[in-house]
């Protein structure tokens, strides 16, 4: 499973070759980024000073799912990025939690100009209203109720949320295609549902989240905990995301990483064909 280089030729929801599907990280910083405002350790110097993959937007994903175009979180800047990264059409959004860093950016979608599918448990769905960040959206979004451990249907593929805890409601979701399964693990703490550790068993891929290397917290996974949960799991292969500037620099964190088996870190712009 290789960053693969987007064809000019081919839409980017295009499926050809062998591929299941195509996964790419528009984003895969936290919530302040890389650099961090008006920080000044050595990670953000670094990243201001070098740029390339140094550079981390706060976290955004888009799965190409054969003819369905899933988007996953929009954080303030998402017209930026999809702009950046040449996405040019969308069918639907799924949301994973309330936290600014992943929804704030989804009132740039009342300008989007196409109908799009919002994919929101029922209970987000009603916070967002409350606090005016759908109200653009009438005309645009077609919200479909997510309910955890409740599969969706698009075509071949099923898509089921499952709860993580976070401090607030917050959602990982299962893809399958077949016998292929690929597990998205936003912000999570390692305490896992007894749920959230069957669906990721022996999964093909899983995406989680790792704002940090080795320090623990109640709301996140680090680095070492995904390299944990992978082994525990039976899970085949690992992508590491939503990096902060507390963890090691991509150089850092990617030859860290190559001692172990199937093992990347994702960089902004990264396209994986799986």
Request: aromatic share 10%; with cysteine.
């Amino acid at each position: 499973m290789a960053p693969l280089q987007r064809h000019p030729k081919d839409g980017f929801g295009s499926r050809y070759g062998d591929a299941i599907m195509y996964i790419h990280f528009l984003g895969t910083g936290a919530a302040e980024g890389i650099p961090a405002i008006n920080c000044r350790c050595a990670h953000c110097v670094r990243a201001r000073t070098q740029g390339g993959k140094l550079i981390r937007e706060r976290n955004a994903i888009l799965f190409s799912l054969q003819d369905y175009e899933l988007l996953v979180d929009t954080p303030p800047h998402i017209g930026e990025l999809l702009a950046r990264h040449g996405v040019e059409h969308i069918d639907g959004i799924f949301l994973t939690h309330e936290h600014y860093d992943h929804v704030n950016g989804i009132v740039d979608f009342a300008y989007w100009g196409e109908r799009v599918d919002l994919l929101v448990e029922q209970g987000l769905h009603q916070r967002l209203k409350r606090q005016g960040l759908l109200a653009g959206l009438k005309q645009v979004g077609f919200h479909l109720v997510c309910r955890q451990g409740v599969a969706v249907r698009f075509d071949g593929f099923f898509i089921t949320p499952f709860a993580v805890l976070h401090g607030v409601p917050c959602f990982g979701l299962a893809i399958y295609y077949e016998d292929f399964k690929v597990i998205y693990l936003s912000d999570s703490s390692v305490e896992l549902t007894h749920q959230a550790r069957c669906l990721i068993r022996g999964a093909d891929l899983l995406i989680a989240n790792t704002p940090f290397f080795d320090r623990s917290g109640n709301e996140h996974l680090n680095v070492l905990d995904a390299l944990h949960l992978k082994d525990d799991l039976g899970v085949k292969r690992l992508i590491l995301t939503h990096i902060n500037h507390h963890n090691r620099p991509h150089d850092e964190l990617e030859a860290y990483v190559e001692e172990f088996e199937n093992v990347q870190v994702a960089y902004d712009g990264m396209l994986v064909k799986v």
